[in-house]
T-cell receptor
């Protein structure tokens, strides 16, 4: 089946530092999504990407849809303590009826 | 409004109990989803409803029974569960399951289920 490789698995950073995480796939996706999940809560959609090469920002977050359509990255600038959580990438391919393929997540810890 | 609501927030049940999880959205979305999530793992798809019809069942045991009474509501009926079924159960919705683009999923807060 389709798999997404998300890295890094975890990050420990100092407040104010920039963060970068990425996902790669063995298959082509039509859509890349980035979610953040706090403990005991549902994932919250951060950024949605639909076109190869697309670069989209949401506040301090920036994400890009790779040219090959098989990868995506998420950057967080000037991290703050509330950025703590698990970040998931998810890809969707054509004709999937909404079936998302999730990465295994990146756990972000921020030291004040 | 991009809100999906789920009730209850927490549920504890015995293996002989019958209970139901509820999910609601008022965004006019025509696709609704049930996911199961274990600790430190990504969500795993269980069921997809497309225009109120079950379109995907990811080989889920029959002790989980989904129901979509109308386009805004989604239920998950639980019966004779096992302790290993304890997990966070997430509902999600998206605009149109037949679209390949602009069909991002919005998740509810989840129901934390514990089976004793």
């Amino acid at each position: 089946g389709q798999q997404l490789n998300q890295s890094p698995q975890s990050m420990f950073i100092q407040e104010g530092e920039d963060v970068s995480m990425n996902c790669t796939s063995s298959s082509i996706f039509n859509t890349w999504l980035w979610y953040k999940q706090d403990p005991g809560e549902g994932p919250v959609l951060l950024i949605a990407l639909y076109k190869a090469g697309e670069l989209t920002s949401n506040g301090r977050l920036t994400a890009q849809f790779g040219i090959t359509r098989k990868d995506s990255f998420l950057n967080i600038s000037a991290s703050i303590p509330s950025d703590v959580g698990i970040y998931f990438c998810a890809g969707q391919y054509g004709g999937s009826q909404g079936n998302l393929i999730f990465g295994k997540g990146t756990k972000l810890s921020v030291k004040p | 409004d991009t809100e999906v609501t789920q009730t209850p927030k927490h549920l504890v049940m015995g293996m002989t109990n019958k209970k139901s999880l509820k999910c609601e959205q008022h965004m006019g979305h025509r696709a609704m989803y049930w996911y199961k999530q274990k600790a430190k793992k990504p969500p795993e798809l269980m069921f997809v409803y497309s225009y109120e019809k079950l379109s995907i069942n990811e080989s889920v045991p029959s002790r989980f029974s989904p129901e979509c009474p109308n386009s805004s509501l989604l239920n998950l009926h639980l019966h004779a569960l096992q302790p290993e079924d304890s997990a966070l159960y997430l509902c999600a919705s998206s605009q149109d399951p037949l679209r390949d683009f602009y069909n991002e999923q919005f998740f509810g807060p989840g129901t934390r289920l514990t089976v004793l």
